[in-house]
């Protein structure tokens, strides 16, 4: 028997990534964070603006409580519920025709009215303040200078007691503007 010392040449096989299948590996993943990125974004982005379309909603209905609330004291008489020009252009009703800046209401208590106190503008309480207690000076409040209300109120044809009350609030949040509109009915008759 002859042996033969021959070596044996075998392929090797490696284990592991070439440089293009790293290369591609890190592009899918940096899509993937930055695509987690534009999702965090945007939902920050969702957060704040339905924050501002709940206090833009409860403001409106604060509004509009007001208006039942006049005609339900008496505050108001049924002739003083509309709009500055009134019907036919006449000067009987209080609420003022162009949006208005959110501020407190003046002497009537009524918001949308010639007499809001404009030194003073609306807010929103955020969180009670370092004492825990709501209503004391030092809460944190958030204000409304982007805010505007309109309030229009129009008479319903061939209804003589009964009327239409849009109240419309505008806002932006980052650089898109919103609206939100109530739409209510009220009559001469509480």
Do not use: C
């Not at 003083?80 to 407190?104: S, Y």
């Not at 503008?121 to 209300?149: C, E, H, K, Q």
């Amino acid at each position: 028997m002859v042996f033969t010392n021959k070596r044996r040449r075998e392929k090797s096989t490696q284990t592991g990534f070439t440089l293009i299948e790293a290369m591609i590996s890190i592009l899918i993943l940096a899509f993937g964070i930055l695509s987690l990125a534009v999702v965090y974004t945007q939902g920050i982005q969702v957060t704040a603006m339905t924050q501002m379309s709940y206090i833009a909603e409860k403001k409106a209905e604060q509004t509009m409580e007001t208006i039942f609330a006049a005609r339900d004291s008496h505050i108001l008489q049924w002739t003083n519920i509309r709009n500055v020009t009134g019907a036919g252009g006449a000067a009987d009703g209080v609420f003022v025709v162009a949006p208005t800046a959110l501020v407190a209401a003046g002497p009537d208590g009524l918001y949308g009215t010639v007499d809001d106190d404009a030194t003073v503008p609306d807010v929103v309480v955020i969180n009670a303040g370092p004492d825990g207690i709501l209503g004391t000076n030092d809460d944190v409040v958030m204000a409304l200078g982007s805010m505007t209300r309109t309030i229009a109120i129009t008479d319903i044809p061939n209804i003589p007691n009964l009327r239409q009350v849009n109240v419309t609030i505008n806002y932006i949040v980052g650089a898109t503007a919103r609206q939100y509109t109530l739409v209510s009915y009220i009559s001469q008759f509480s």
